[in-house]
């Protein structure tokens, strides 16, 4: 850690971004998205449609038997322990430079890979996660009754905390790359982990974890979830889960720091945003060059943030023949509505992370002590660039998510509009929605596309 | 072009389901081709006699701690020679965020000139790193 300071990677983790989608798949995933809205609005169903009541389709008696397994879940969680400590192992004495795994792990592995299985899955942190798992070593004996319970008031709102530092660290700190400052970045969250379990007992993970929080709000949009009445895993529609996404002060929040984050990132790109930090970053007073270039990267992550949350919250409440009571709760129940476009965009923005980034990282962690090792055979020649390498095929995926996100949105929120939203108000009442989330599609477009 | 590429989107809108945005489809072209291209900073005499030349020069001026360009943008084709060519009054590196990256030492002397390729397409940051400024983006496009 004294060697020489890294150069500032994109991203953290250096290599060529995607090449921006052209004008035509921007304008036609646009064209796609307006339509099939008003299709949505126009043609819509009357009475609400999803149900988290409803049974699904149940999975063999072993599946749920496996799930619910303490061996196997112990095994899993063990398995990912042993996968932190050896991402641990390469950190520490691995090379120090751009060769670490650090970054991959941590940028892409975790934070995007999460979202994926997150996805496929379900909330599969919440076995995996390691601090859980350390936690639950060193208390085994005692129960928690020293514990104060958890405040309900603060909701998600650390988690939120939590998910903006994470992108603050990515997106706009001074040295996205450095080793020191992810490591710092860790220290920062375990401690934060056990301290706050050790007040409010576990329930902090569920709350506080960001990873934990990104992970269960992702996991609405996965096709498996448990029949509560049976106890048994079931398929079904994802549309049927998603209301089940808990609405707790911070929820919207969440969201708000993934979308705004992701649409931050591409902005942070353009060739204006650059130039205009370049110049005035000297201009911040007592922080210097870089300093002051983080200092005005973390005043527009944050517009974009808050530009995000307030749309929403705004656009939730803007309906009539509501009491105040009810127009209060109004952002928290259409939240889940959300997510599918936050799946959408961060698949389209982080999907070629994921894959070839992914292959990197996986490559560095089989010779995690730059000692030629090659582990399970593989080496950086194994490494298959395939999306960058048909970049056609790369921007139909990306629009394709934006695009069907988009519309699993607009289908669930005017969906849970005919729950929340009275008899009379329910079309003008969901206008505003529809609107904002036009435009939340079309500006993620136009970042994709390049400005 | 707009109609032309209606047709791809308009099947993946319909084809893609949602868990298929985390799964990409199988390649339609290997990536074996690139390999051919991996001997970096080769001197452009490689290059077939004939061959159309679709070198990138890029002049970078880098005085009294200011560097010129800044955050330009600039198109190159993968496979092909991509230039620098340097004036600096100050010893520096230049990083070429790539695959495969590319470090130059940069020398306090006139007329220094760095050469190489990338071999994946993707928008390629080359970065000045002691000045800490971004010189230029290289949008790189496949052959």
């Known amino acids: ?451 | 072009m707009t109609r032309l590429s209606l047709i791809p989107i308009a099947v993946a809108a319909v084809g893609l389901s949602l868990a298929g945005c985390g799964s990409p489809s199988t390649p339609s072209a290997g990536p074996s081709e690139t390999t051919e291209t991996s001997s970096a900073a080769t001197p452009s005499a490689t290059l077939p006699v004939g061959a159309p030349n679709t070198e990138t020069v890029i002049t970078v001026t880098i005085s009294g701690g200011v560097v010129t360009p800044t955050n330009a943008e600039e198109q190159a084709v993968v496979g092909q020679p991509i230039v620098l060519e340097v004036n600096s009054d100050a010893p520096d590196s230049i990083h070429v965020h790539s695959v495969p990256a590319h470090t130059f030492d940069v020398a306090a002397r006139p007329d220094q000139r760095f050469e190489f390729t990338v071999d994946v397409p993707g928008q390629v940051d080359v970065e000045l790193h002691d000045l800490n400024r971004t010189i230029v983006t290289l949008t790189v496009r496949p052959r």
């Open chain 1, 1 to 451: 850690m004294t060697q020489a300071t890294e150069t500032v990677l994109a991203h953290g983790v250096g290599g060529s971004t995607d090449l921006p989608i052209p004008l035509n798949y921007a304008l036609v995933g646009g064209v796609w998205a307006l339509i099939l809205t008003f299709a949505v609005v126009a043609v819509a169903w009357r009475t609400p449609k999803f149900d988290p009541a409803k049974p699904g389709r149940a999975l063999p008696g072993w599946v749920t038997v496996a799930v619910d397994s303490p061996i196997l879940r112990g095994v899993v969680a063990t398995v990912a322990l042993v996968g932190t400590v050896w991402v641990g192992v390469a950190a520490i004495w691995g090379p120090q430079n751009a060769d670490s795994a650090l970054p991959g792990a941590f940028y892409v592995l975790l934070w995007v890979g999460l979202v994926a299985v997150s996805v496929l899955v379900g909330p599969i942190w919440r076995v995996v996660s390691p601090v859980r798992t350390v936690w639950r070593l060193l208390r085994r004996e005692r129960a928690e009754n020293g514990t104060r319970g958890y405040p309900p008031r603060l909701g998600y709102w650390p988690a939120a905390v939590g998910l903006f530092a994470f992108v603050w660290l990515e997106l706009a700190s001074p040295d996205p790359g450095s080793l020191t400052a992810i490591k710092i970045w860790l220290l920062v969250y375990a401690v934060a982990m056990f301290i706050g379990a050790a007040a409010f007992g576990t329930r902090w993970f569920a709350r506080a974890d960001p990873f934990e929080v990104y992970s269960v709000t992702v996991s609405r949009l996965a096709p498996f979830r448990r029949n509560h009445q049976t106890g048994r895993i079931v398929i079904g529609n994802p549309l049927d889960q998603l209301p089940t996404m808990p609405v707790r002060p911070g929820t919207v929040a969440v969201t708000a720091v993934l979308l705004g984050s992701t649409a931050f990132d591409s902005f942070s790109q353009s060739k204006g945003f650059r130039n205009f930090v370049d110049r005035n970053g000297a201009a911040v007073p007592l922080l210097g060059d870089s300093g002051g270039a983080s200092v005005l990267r973390t005043a527009a992550l944050l517009f974009f943030v808050v530009a995000v949350g307030v749309s929403f919250w705004a656009a939730a409440r803007a309906t009539g023949g509501v009491t105040r009571e009810q127009r209060r709760e109004l952002p928290g129940r259409l939240a889940h509505s959300l997510i599918p476009i936050v799946v959408g965009y961060i698949f389209a923005h982080y999907l070629s992370y994921l894959v070839e980034r992914g292959q990197e990282t996986v490559v560095r962690l089989a010779d995690p002590l730059a000692r030629g090792w090659n582990l399970l055979g593989l080496d950086s020649g194994d490494v298959v660039y395939v999306l960058s390498m048909n970049p056609a095929l790369l921007w139909t995926i990306k629009v394709a998510c934006v695009v069907i996100g988009h519309v699993v949105a607009v289908i669930a929120a005017h969906d849970q509009a005919l729950r929340v939203i009275p008899v009379g108000h329910q079309l003008t009442g969901q206008l505003a929605m529809m609107l904002v989330m036009v435009a939340y599609t079309l500006t993620g477009l136009y970042l994709l596309f390049g400005g």
